[in-house]
């Protein structure tokens, strides 16, 4: 009898879900094992965030189901009932796509939306980029689609470390890299200026002189602040007047009052040096990327995949806090002056050396084979992991129980088999 593909459901919720998840996309569609399906929610299927989910049409993939997540409103309170109208139309969607593993990407709270979803159906959950530290709500999202991820593909040491250190057992953790930068190692820097200057408004850009790349997206914990912050950031651009590509922000919390920021500041100053933009493809937006002379602003791109191409950064605000960063990133308050400082130093200074701190480019082939030959299961076990210097002192259900602390000791001593056992042991191996 032939052996049926296993489908695995990817799930789309932004611009950077698909940049990042493309390569891993086409190398499940290309593998003789494995059946992609693809939903797309979130700001994927909005016009006014460009709609990429026809991008992923056009770039030959098949959309398998569209759903609309996002509630209005661009508060706290819309995020959490667009968290609840997620679960409820991921679990339609995967009822009707009946996929045999669900794989996730990052920190958004659509993306959390499909992990309960998941989870409660009883579907396996690979989730990509866990164990990472940042700022935002987008942390503790982050962490919960992990702990509901049955396997992780984390895209750093530190992450791999961080996720042992919740919890995860050493054999869940398929792997460590982030298949974006599949893109970045074949992105070629040269590009047709008219993917910016024939899309979005503004200034024409001259691209044979410097110029900055900007992205200020809300930070859910400091809702409210994002007025003055963006204030303070189009202060700085205005004083520095070097010719700016602006994109706009996504759709946290805080979003329309940036975008109603820059609008204002560009109805008042009609400024000769700016043009924004709503969306670029993947390959696009990297080429800007790679080619501008200083990236500004709280983008977790500015973080993964700047430092690939050694682009300067300046990091703005706390968006970020704790992320992982290269000597390409130095670090600034939401003020003007403080601005102005970092990115005239990052300008003076040029180029860094290229950093492979978040994946070699050689990622998403090895994702693949992982999904194509894991051994799923549904019940998790909450797995500690020994501290330096200390051993193993057996095994319940073939797992091996590991001594971490007095705490640690206690939940052992009195419920092994509730938090040491694990449904079924994974028969995978780990790539670095």
Same mark, same amino acid.
């Given at each position: 009898?032939?052996?049926?593909?296993?489908?695995?459901?990817?799930?789309?919720?932004?611009?950077?879900?698909?940049?990042?998840?493309?390569?891993?996309?086409?190398?499940?569609?290309?593998?003789?094992?494995?059946?992609?399906?693809v939903?797309?929610?979130?700001?994927?299927?909005l016009?006014?965030?460009? @709609? %990429?989910?026809?991008?992923?049409? +056009?770039? $030959?993939?098949?959309?398998?189901?569209?759903?609309?997540?996002?509630?209005? =409103? *661009?508060?706290?309170?819309?995020?959490?009932?667009?968290?609840?109208?997620?679960v409820?139309?991921?679990a339609?969607?995967?009822?009707?796509?009946?996929?045999?593993?669900?794989?996730?990407?990052?920190?958004?709270y659509?993306?959390?939306?499909?992990?309960?979803?998941?989870?409660?159906?009883?579907?396996p959950?690979?989730?990509?980029?866990?164990?990472?530290?940042?700022?935002?709500?987008?942390?503790?999202?982050?962490?919960?689609?992990?702990?509901?991820?049955?396997?992780?593909?984390?895209?750093t040491e @530190? %992450?791999?470390?961080?996720?042992? +250190?919740? $919890?995860?057992?050493?054999?869940?953790?398929?792997?460590?890299?982030?298949? =974006? *930068?599949?893109?970045?190692?074949?992105?070629?820097?040269?590009?047709?200026?008219?993917?910016?200057?024939?899309?979005?408004?503004?200034?024409?850009?001259?691209?044979?002189?410097?110029?900055l790349?900007?992205?200020?997206?809300?930070?859910?914990?400091?809702?409210?602040?994002?007025?003055?912050q963006?204030?303070?950031?189009?202060?700085?651009?205005?004083?520095?007047?070097?010719q700016?590509?602006?994109?706009?922000?996504?759709?946290?919390?805080g979003?329309?009052?940036?975008?109603?920021?820059?609008?204002?500041?560009?109805?008042?100053?009609?400024?000769?040096?700016?043009?924004?933009?709503?969306?670029?493809?993947?390959?696009?937006?990297?080429?800007?990327?790679?080619?501008?002379?200083?990236?500004?602003?709280?983008?977790?791109?500015?973080?993964?995949?700047?430092?690939?191409?050694?682009?300067?950064v300046?990091?703005?605000?706390?968006?970020?806090?704790?992320?992982?960063?290269?000597?390409?990133v130095?670090?600034?308050?939401?003020?003007?002056?403080a601005?102005?400082?970092?990115?005239?130093s990052?300008?003076?200074?040029?180029?860094?050396?290229?950093?492979?701190?978040?994946?070699d480019?050689?990622?998403?082939?090895?994702?693949?084979?992982?999904?194509?030959?894991?051994?799923?299961?549904?019940?998790?076990?909450?797995?500690?992991?020994?501290?330096?210097g200390?051993?193993?002192?057996?095994?319940?259900?073939?797992?091996?129980?590991?001594?971490?602390?007095?705490?640690?000791r206690?939940?052992?001593?009195?419920?092994?088999?509730?938090?040491?056992?694990?449904?079924?042991?994974?028969?995978?191996?780990?790539?670095?």
């Open positions: 009898m032939e052996k049926k593909p296993r489908k695995i459901c990817v799930v789309l919720v932004d611009r950077a879900n698909y940049g990042r998840l493309k390569p891993v996309m086409q190398s499940i569609q290309d593998h003789p094992d494995l059946e992609l399906l939903i797309a929610a979130g700001t994927m299927v016009e006014r965030f460009g @709609r %990429a989910a026809d991008l992923v049409r +056009r770039e $030959g993939f098949r959309v398998h189901g569209e759903i609309y997540t996002e509630l209005e =409103g *661009s508060t706290p309170a819309s995020m959490a009932k667009s968290v609840g109208i997620g409820c139309e991921f339609s969607e995967f009822l009707r796509l009946k996929p045999d593993i669900v794989l996730i990407i990052g920190d958004r659509e993306a959390l939306g499909a992990a309960i979803a998941a989870a409660y159906m009883n579907l959950i690979v989730h990509i980029q866990g164990g990472e530290v940042s700022g935002s709500i987008d942390e503790s999202a982050r962490h919960a689609i992990s702990k509901f991820a049955q396997f992780h593909y984390p895209s @530190r %992450a791999r470390q961080y996720l042992l +250190r919740m $919890g995860e057992a050493p054999e869940t953790i398929l792997g460590v890299g982030c298949p =974006g *930068s599949d893109i970045a190692r074949t992105v070629n820097p040269s590009f047709d200026p008219n993917i910016i200057n024939g899309t979005g408004s503004g200034s024409q850009i001259d691209f044979s002189k410097p110029f790349l900007v992205i200020y997206h809300p930070t859910t914990t400091t809702f409210g602040g994002e007025f003055r963006m204030e303070e950031l189009l202060a700085a651009l205005n004083a520095l007047r070097t700016t590509v602006l994109l706009w922000p996504n759709i946290d919390a979003s329309d009052h940036i975008t109603k920021t820059i609008r204002v500041f560009r109805d008042r100053h009609a400024p000769n040096w700016l043009r924004t933009v709503t969306n670029l493809p993947p390959e696009n937006y990297l080429q800007v990327l790679a080619s501008t002379a200083c990236a500004v602003g709280n983008s977790s791109s500015f973080v993964r995949d700047a430092g690939y191409f050694g682009t300067p300046v990091l703005v605000g706390d968006r970020q806090d704790g992320r992982e960063t290269d000597v390409n130095v670090r600034c308050p939401p003020e003007t002056a601005i102005i400082a970092a990115v005239e990052r300008l003076a200074h040029g180029r860094y050396p290229p950093s492979k701190l978040y994946g480019g050689f990622v998403a082939s090895k994702v693949a084979e992982k999904l194509a030959t894991l051994t799923p299961y549904i019940q998790k076990r909450l797995h500690f992991v020994h501290e330096e200390q051993d193993s002192y057996g095994k319940v259900n073939g797992h091996a129980r590991t001594r971490h602390s007095d705490g640690a206690g939940v052992e001593r009195n419920s092994p088999q509730e938090h040491h056992a694990p449904a079924r042991q994974a028969a995978v191996t780990v790539d670095r």
